[in-house]
Structure formats: structure tokens, C-alpha cells
């Protein structure tokens, strides 16, 4: 497993929306969309702490000759919540499982794709106000005879603060890697715009590679 000991980023900044689910009886659609790593998923909060849902995960090695296609089932949990008077804490669990198709195309080979039963336990923490945030996040994602687990460290800042109202301008920066498919930390500064119960944001990272992300609650 590897540690990532650099990298920056933001995610949420306001309550309604600082984390992997929303409020109590709400439906969450986000998605993280470019060329090596495209992931979309919907969850429905059951409590204020604990939400279901599905998603579908595409991983690309950097040689584009190695591909993923991950179908779960979802489940996260809020462990912990500390809310003072500018700032909040979270601790989350997010989980899944599912079946992933594995396709490792050599050259000059018959291609090969196997499926398999894939597990993915993780953590996330996050610390925010209106005007910073951090995050850290590490996620498993084994089966049998492979391990693609995921590290990611993000940090931001607004540009200035906005009413709940209106929309409020961010710089993100994100550094994550994903063990076996990559060799490199892939970082990306990007501009995120965030309104009430949705965001969106896009950059470019340090490969040129296009990322657009997006959020909604509702």
C-alpha cells in the first residue's frame, strides 16, 4: 500500500454538503470523471448518518493497456462529527462490493478479461470552515490477487465568503495516487463552484489530462 505525503485539495465547505452523503432523507449524485479514472455513484440517507447506494468505477493504467470496470453496492457511515463554532470535523466509513471486469491488454497477445468479486473498505476525514478545508482519504480495493487501494489528500480555500444564497468560487488542489495501475502522484489544481446543495469543478492535471467533477443533493 502506499502512502501519498503530498498533495492538496478541497471538497465541501458548507455543512449541508461536507461529506460523501447529504441530510437525512436526501439523494446524493456526484461523479469524478476523466481519461484514467471516471466514477459515478448515487446514495440514498437513510439517517443523518448512514446512507446505500450504487456505483460504477473505471480504472486506466498510464500505458492505457490495463482496465477496470467496478459495479458496487455501497454503504457509508459518519463516525464521528465535532462541530465548533467556525469549523467541523468528520470521520467517515465508506464501503462497497461488487464485480469487477479486469482486462489486461498486451500487445501482440489475445486479450484477457476475467471477473471477479471486489471488496473496497475505506476512511475519510475532513476538517472545514467557510474559507478552508482538508481531507484525507484512503481506500481499499482488493480481490483476488489484486490491490488497487487509493490514496487521496486535498486542501483549498474560497476566494471569499458568500450568503448560503450565493455562489462561491474555490481553488482546489488534489494530489492522489492508485497502486499497480500508476506509478506517479497524479496532481490537479482546479476551480470549483459551489451554490447551496450542489458544485461543480474542473482542471487540468499535471499529466494534461481534463478532470471535471460534480455534486448534487436533492
Known amino acids: 500500500m502506499r502512502i501519498l505525503i503530498l ?9 449541508a454538503t461536507a461529506g ?8 446524493m449524485s456526484m461523479g469524478d470523471l476523466g481519461p484514467n479514472w471516471r466514477e459515478a455513484f448515487v446514495n440514498y440517507a437513510l439517517t443523518s448518518r448512514d446512507a446505500i447506494g450504487i456505483s460504477q468505477t473505471y480504472m486506466r493504467s498510464d500505458n492505457k493497456l490495463q482496465t477496470r470496470d467496478l459495479s458496487e453496492i455501497t454503504y457509508t457511515r459518519l ?5 465548533q463554532a467556525h469549523a467541523q470535523s468528520n470521520l467517515w466509513f465508506v464501503s462497497g462490493i461488487g464485480g469487477i471486469n479486469i482486462d489486461n491488454n498486451q500487445p501482440e497477445a489475445k486479450p484477457e478479461v476475467q471477473q471477479k468479486i471486489m471488496l473496497s473498505p475505506g476512511v475519510s476525514a475532513d476538517y472545514e470552515t467557510r474559507r478552508l478545508y482538508f481531507s484525507a482519504t484512503q481506500r481499499l480495493y482488493r480481490s483476488e490477487n489484486l490491490n488497487h ?3 487521496a489528500l486535498r486542501a483549498g480555500f474560497s476566494f471569499y465568503e458568500t450568503d448560503y444564497t450565493q455562489t462561491q468560487p474555490w481553488l482546489v488542489i488534489e494530489a492522489r495516487q492508485m497502486h499497480d495501475l500508476t ?4 496532481v ?5 463552484f ?6 461543480i469543478e474542473a482542471g487540468v492535471n499535471n499529466t494534461q489530462q481534463v478532470r471535471f467533477n460534480f455534486m448534487f443533493i436533492f
Not at 498533495?7 to 455543512?15: F, I, K, N, T
Not at 460523501?20 to 439523494?27: A, E, L
Not at 490537479?188 to 470549483?192: D, I, K, V, Y
Open 7 to 15: 498533495g492538496l485539495c478541497l471538497l465541501w465547505a458548507l455543512p
Open 20 to 27: 460523501p452523503m447529504g441530510f437525512q432523507s436526501s439523494w
Open 79 to 83: 463516525l464521528y462529527r465535532l462541530n
Open 149 to 151: 487501494d487509493y490514496s
Open 183 to 186: 506509478e506517479q502522484v497524479e
Open 188 to 192: 490537479t489544481p482546479m476551480l470549483r
Open 194 to 199: 459551489i451554490n447551496k446543495q450542489y458544485f
